[in-house]
């Protein structure tokens, strides 16, 4: 969408399906280009001047709409896509999907195999908290995670609610295997800050870089 007019993804935004499209279809292409095989389909905005409860309807049938439209392309490339519930309640109030029992409701609507939950941890606890039930709970749709310590958005290692050391673990013991991204705001240096993992890895019996001493 146009950032610029305060948009924030088209998916689930009445009367902007040609725009959303055109823009998935040119995400497509860059993933394509640099082998990515997952990409966030934001579901964009409640409406300026609207109340969230009154557009619900109208906005969830759009969004599956083009999540279905969006799973059909995906599929053509063997790519997945990634629905991320963003917390209204500090990030964005305006934001259509914001919890992980909403995303899963639209999902099993949806129907389809390629369409993944991306569960932003800093989101989830803001929302929702209760994480290792809802990592439990929602494991099979789980396409991606993201993590920031709550609520400075800072390092996991950071002042916080969240036990990421804990966290870890649990998500090895549900056999998580895909990618865990860093989405948060470096307190300093970027490298600096990632003495977090260093020491996560120090703590598994690992070298830095994630390979086991064993192995060397």
Known sequence: GDQEAGELGLAAVPGRQAAFRQALEAAVQYARAVGCAR???????????????????????TFIENLRYAADLLAQEDM??????INSRITDPRYYLNTPQQA????????????????????????????SSNLEKYFPLIGHIQIAQVPGR???????????????????????????????????????GLGWLR????????????????AK
């Open 39 to 61: 990409i966030h389909v934001m579901a964009g905005r409640v409406p300026l001047g609207t109340d969230r409860a009154a557009v619900a309807g109208q906005m969830e049938t």
């Open 80 to 85: 997945i896509g990634l629905l991320e519930p």
């Open 104 to 131: 899963a409701a639209i999902l099993e609507k949806v129907g389809q195999p390629n369409l993944k939950l991306q569960l932003d941890l800093f989101h989830c606890q803001i929302m929702d908290g209760n994480l």
């Open 154 to 192: 800072h390092e996991p290692d950071s002042p916080g609610e969240l036990n990421f050391p804990y966290i870890f673990e649990l998500l090895e013991s549900l056999g998580y295997t895909g990618y865990v991204g860093c989405e948060y705001a470096p307190k300093g240096d970027t490298m600096e």
């Open 199 to 214: 020491s996560y890895w120090e703590s598994r019996g690992l070298q830095h870089g994630g390979t086991s001493k064993a």
